[in-house]
């Protein structure tokens, strides 16, 4: 497959490497900020600029020490804090050797990482790389463009290539407004607000010409031309590059594109896509790369596919042969059996937004719209993302073996004449990115007892290397957790006061949050997105019973957190039920509802919680990796067997609740929440309160222990990207 030049786009000048676009826009954005601050200093100006200091054990401690408040009031983001911070921090930090010393050392260590050449994998070669779309990137609270799980997992991909020296590059979008803040009432309802955000004052550069003029992208949407920007993000080694169309030369419609992330208008949702897909071919095209893969994560960049037959049946290829070309280079993992993951437009939608396809495509109009059918021929079925990246794809892929399995079920009728088990739709189970999620306590103590370099990608998938685990005392172990629960709790204790104080509540019920929060009180910890499939409302399905173990003799504490759609009423009623609890004095120093969830809250709870509590309905929860992260800091899971669960629990490193499908919905939420409550009352609660005459809790150590030597090797990046090199990436 070859992404052939197209006279409108002004190509950026070839660089021997051609993932280096837009690398000199970065280092001249870094030399600014660093012609800011003291001499001593300026190496902290291209570490910011590079977003590997977030993997760093180093890298947040450097930049906190500089002025800890500043740094907080700009969500962690070191160009804002290097811009901003008043001239007697920057000058105090230039005159502490240790903190220059620091510094150097993580710009060198990053300049080094930098340096290595890139390796094969698969099919994908330095020269011809992987090209990887996703509709959202999460790296980091500072750059707002993801919205949950799908996008931090993208993110984890692009982390852990550059760990790996893999040639991969990221395409997305800029979103210039992100994904929604949340602030939720007295009552619990959900409010939804949306703030701009200027990327000039981000980890990113605006790519230039040889010109030195912004390289400018020509994409057909709605019965127009709009012209898009892009941003280079630097992710260690791998670059991610975000089209942006919040351009004056853009009409008010045109620039609202990338405004937010899932924008509830259809029309300006499936114009996003058309610009990730589209536009993404056209960046490829004018930086000079022929990706040896296109890597399509969920169905938004779908019209990629589109836009390459289009360029193959505009040189004299037939359709059918074009289609076949462009499909032996494009792999497709799909993350979700939801509907709503799965859009699906009209065929009036799909001509308002890319008219252009009847004039690329003619006759074959009607064939390019089958490909997105479960009946091509049937010109009432309406277009569906996923079918059509099904469809064009070599390869298919679910994120863990029971969503592989869920797939070839959801899909299985785009496969006429095929039995269920020929349906070529595989698993890649997903993984997260060790070094990020790891809490800095936890990654210390295993620093000293597993073997030097442990977290390397040789060793860190191999079993044999966390067998070190069993060796680390149980004191050890139980004073990282003790430390870890003392951390999070203080910073509970601000921010519930902070949030009861902002929604009105009573001082009396505002101060309980201050007051009755215990590092020593067992803390359960439920955060993700707010769906009903998630099942919040399982810890209340029995209100009294709940109640009773928040002020039992060995009683728990409660945080949850998460965002819903901003459409999705019936979502936002789950929180309003948990709200309704707050007349109990019960809950209000036992139970905590954490704001505007985001990657920087969910780092602080899945470290600090003692049991991650998961309740999908199954067979949902095509993955999930928030327990994976919990896992990585010693906190254990209590989780239905969907997802990964299924894969990683062996009864000594967690507890589990059926996984059993069951099309009586009521039904089957009755009996998980009894199965819950029982897992609470009669094993986690006892275990987590058995002490020895040294307060050691002998028996929940050894589950961490477990938890850490089995969730390690299995569910971290390293072996998630070894898969998908072998499996996906290299032609059978």
């Known amino acids: 497959m070859t992404v052939r030049p197209n006279e409108e786009v002004r190509q950026v000048n070839r660089q021997a490497d051609p993932l280096s676009a837009g690398a000199r826009d970065i280092r001249r954005a870094a030399q600014i900020l660093a012609s800011r601050v003291p001499g001593r200093l300026a190496p902290l100006a291209e570490v910011a600029y590079n977003f590997s200091w977030t993997w760093r054990p180093d ?26 911070a008043p001239e007697e921090s920057l000058e105090r930090a230039a005159m502490t050797p240790s903190l220059v010393a620091r510094a150097e050392a993580l710009r060198d260590a990053m300049e080094a990482d930098k340096g290595r050449p890139l390796r094969e994998a698969g099919d994908a070669t ?131 594109i990338t405004a937010r992330l899932y924008e509830g208008n259809r029309q300006i949702r499936l114009a996003q896509y058309a610009l990730l897909g589209v536009g993404g071919v056209k960046l490829l095209e004018a930086l000079g790369i022929e990706p040896g893969i296109i890597h399509m994560n969920e169905g938004h960049p779908a019209a990629a596919t589109l836009e390459l037959v289009g360029r193959e049946v505009a040189r004299g290829i037939p359709f059918k042969e074009a289609c076949d070309r462009v499909s032996r280079r494009v792999v497709f993992t799909t993350h979700t059996p939801v509907p709503a993951g799965n859009e699906t437009y009209t065929r009036e939608e799909v001509e308002q937004v890319m008219p ?132 999070l709790v203080g910073w509970v204790r601000s921010k519930t006061v902070t949030d009861r104080l902002t929604r009105g509540d009573t001082m009396e019920y505002v101060m309980k949050a201050a007051n009755a929060f215990d590092p020593d009180v067992l803390t359960l910890g439920f955060a993700r997105r707010v769906a009903t499939y998630k099942r919040l409302h399982l810890l209340i399905q029995d209100r009294e019973r709940f109640l009773r173990l928040l002020e039992g003799p060995r009683p728990m504490q409660l945080l949850y957190a998460g965002k819903a759609h901003p459409n999705d009423d019936e979502a936002k009623r789950l929180i309003v039920q948990f709200f309704g609890l707050k007349s109990d004095p019960r809950t209000g120093g036992r139970v905590a509802f954490m704001e505007d969830y985001d990657m920087g809250l969910a780092g602080i709870l899945t470290a600090g919680c003692d049991v991650w509590v998961n309740l999908p309905r199954p067979p949902l929860e095509a993955s999930g990796t928030s327990g994976m992260k919990a896992a990585f800091s010693g906190t254990l899971n209590l989780s239905v067997l969907d997802g990964w669960w299924a894969e990683a629990y062996d009864g000594s490193n967690g507890w589990a609740i059926d996984g059993t499908e069951d099309p009586n919905a009521e039904a089957k939420d009755a009996r998980d929440a009894a199965a819950l409550f029982d897992l609470l009352e009669r094993e986690v609660i006892p275990l987590y309160y058995d002490r020895d005459l040294q307060g050691i809790p002998r028996g929940w150590v050894a589950r961490i222990k477990a938890s850490l030597r089995t969730i390690g090797p299995r569910f971290c990046a390293t072996r998630m990207l070894d898969e998908y090199v072998r499996d996906i990436y290299t032609t059978n």
Not at 59 to 84: H, T
Not at 198 to 225: F, H, N, Q, S
Request: a neutral charge; proline letters at 7%; aromatic letters at 10%.
């Open 126 to 256: 330095a020269e011809h790389p992987v090209a990887f779309f996703c509709a959202e990137f999460g790296l980091h609270r500072s750059l707002p463009v993801y919205s949950g799980g799908l996008g931090v997992l993208a993110g984890d991909i692009l982390k852990e290539a550059s760990d790996r020296a893999l040639p991969l590059m990221g395409i997305g979008l800029m979103y210039r407004q992100g994904y929604f803040h949340q602030r939720v009432d007295a009552g619990g309802w959900q409010h939804e607000y949306w703030y701009g955000t200027d990327p000039e004052r981000r980890a990113c550069a605006r790519i230039t010409g040889g010109d030195g003029l912004p390289l400018v992208l020509k994409v057909p949407v709605w019965e127009e031309e709009l012209a898009a920007h892009v941003w280079r993000v630097d992710v260690g080694k791998t670059p991610l590059f975000l089209l942006d169309t919040d351009l004056p030369e853009n009409t008010p419609k045109q620039r609202f």
């Open 59 to 84: 890298g947040e401690p450097v930049f906190r020490s500089i002025d800890a408040y500043r740094w907080r009031l700009c969500r962690q983001n070191p160009v804002r804090l290097l811009q901003e």
């Open 356 to 487: 252009h396809l009847n004039a690329q495509f003619g006759m074959n109009v009607e064939s390019v719209l089958g490909l997105g059918r479960y009946e091509p021929g049937n010109p009432h079925e309406p277009f569906g993302m996923t079918a059509l990246a099904i469809r064009m794809s070599r390869s298919t892929n679910g994120v863990s073996r029971i969503h592989g399995e869920v797939s070839r079920r959801l899909w299985h009728s785009l496969f006429p004449g095929r039995s269920l088990e020929q349906v070529p739709i595989r698993h890649v189970t997903n993984g997260v990115h060790m070094s990020s999620w790891i809490g800095p306590a936890m990654r210390r103590l295993l620093d000293q007892y597993l073997p030097r370099g442990w977290h390397a990608a040789e060793q860190i998938t191999d079993p044999d290397t966390w067998k070190a685990v069993d060796d680390i005392p149980d004191e050890d172990i139980w004073a990282v957790r003790r430390a870890a629960s003392k951390r």
